[in-house]
């Protein structure tokens, strides 16, 4: 096989040189400007060393420009397939879009998962507060009640205690049945005992039970009004609270009169004997009185007016009163009741 020579040509040398792979690796064809010569110059086209004009190409020579133009004219014919750097640029922007868009998907998955949980706590909180508010409160209420509404609840169950021998005194009605809680030496002297109700129900009573070491007596009426309003009993009481004493002093009937709690488990003298265990109060009192209750602010009574200080022994009151705690008047010492109390 004969050496190839290239005579170097002026017009060949104006041309950019680029070197084209070919599909046989035993050929290697370059192509410099509008012409083409072959590694193997052999067969019918050959000419002067050169593949003649028009000659086939592989497949990749296609794209060769036309014949009689360079290659790098500003003529020549647009690729019509979309260069592979566009398809790389266009698939990262498609992924990117996927990514932006779940991103989005997901804080927004976040926040209404976070708002769902905050809604569903305050309804949790919001039950819970309506649960409580439906609690059903305690029936007995600590409010005070003006003394208007007390006396108006509690004078139906005051009665008016006297007797053959000239007693006077008051009492409380502590059971439906009628029973008249009232002091013992009210009724302790004998004669006759009548029992005047709040509706003017006049009637002989009867002692049903008789406790002289605490003062306190039960007294049981021959007849009832038509309307029985027993009185409430209440509990303890502590000292600088409010209290009411309801009365017959002088026979001034149903006199209401306030004070406090001035002291406990006093001890005094009275011609029936020594008591102890007693509420001091300064409500207004006087003969007639003994036997009314004291009350507390809700009109509950708290025991039973037996006695007053009497230093100038005038039967003038001096700022003191006495009275059985309602606990010890129930009590007794040897009654039928439970505790050892009147039974009412």
């Known amino acids: 096989m004969s050496d190839l020579t290239y005579m170097p040509n002026p017009q060949l040398q104006r041309h950019q040189v680029r070197n084209v792979e070919c599909t046989d690796d035993a050929q290697r064809t370059h192509r410099v400007g509008t012409y083409a010569f072959s590694m193997e110059p052999a067969g019918a086209e050959r000419l002067r060393g050169f593949r003649a004009p028009g000659a086939e190409m592989d497949a990749g020579s296609a794209r060769s420009p036309a014949q009689g133009q360079p290659e790098h004219s500003g003529s020549a014919e647009a690729p019509t397939t979309t ?80 007797t053959s021998k000239g007693s006077l005194g008051s009492g409380v009605i502590v059971t439906d049945t009628g029973t008249v809680l009232t002091a013992h030496h009210v009724v302790s002297g004998g004669g006759d005992i009548s029992i005047v109700f709040a509706d003017g129900t006049k009637t002989p009573g009867t002692i049903a039970a008789a406790y002289p070491k605490i003062d306190i007596a039960t007294l049981t009426p021959k007849k009832l009004p038509e309307v029985v309003v027993p009185a409430t009993l209440g509990g303890g009481v502590a000292v600088g609270s409010d209290v009411v004493a309801i009365g017959n002093p002088l026979g001034l009937r149903d006199s209401t009169t306030t004070g406090i709690v001035s002291g406990l488990n006093r001890t005094t003298k009275t011609k029936a004997g020594s008591l102890t265990g007693l509420i001091q109060f300064d409500a207004a009192v006087n003969p007639g009185s003994s036997g009314g209750p004291l009350l507390n602010t809700q009109g509950l009574v708290v025991g039973v007016v037996v006695s007053i200080a009497d230093p100038g022994e005038d039967d003038a009151f001096a700022g003191i009163g006495f009275a059985v705690p309602i606990g010890t008047a129930l009590g007794g010492d040897s009654g039928p009741g439970q505790g050892g109390g009147p039974r009412l």
Do not use: E
Not at 102 to 123: C, Q, T
Not at 132 to 142: E, I, K, L, R, Y
Not at 149 to 161: A, E, H, T
């Open 83 to 162: 260069p592979p750097g566009d398809q790389v640029v266009r698939r990262s922007h498609g992924w990117l879009w996927a990514v932006s868009t779940a991103a989005v998907l997901v804080v927004a998955m976040v926040i209404i998962a976070g708002l769902a949980f905050k809604l569903g706590s305050g309804s949790a909180t919001s039950a819970n507060r309506a649960s409580v508010t439906a609690t059903p409160t305690p029936a007995a209420s600590a409010t005070p009640l003006p003394v208007t509404d007390l006396y108006r609840q509690v004078v139906p169950s005051v009665v008016l205690i006297t």
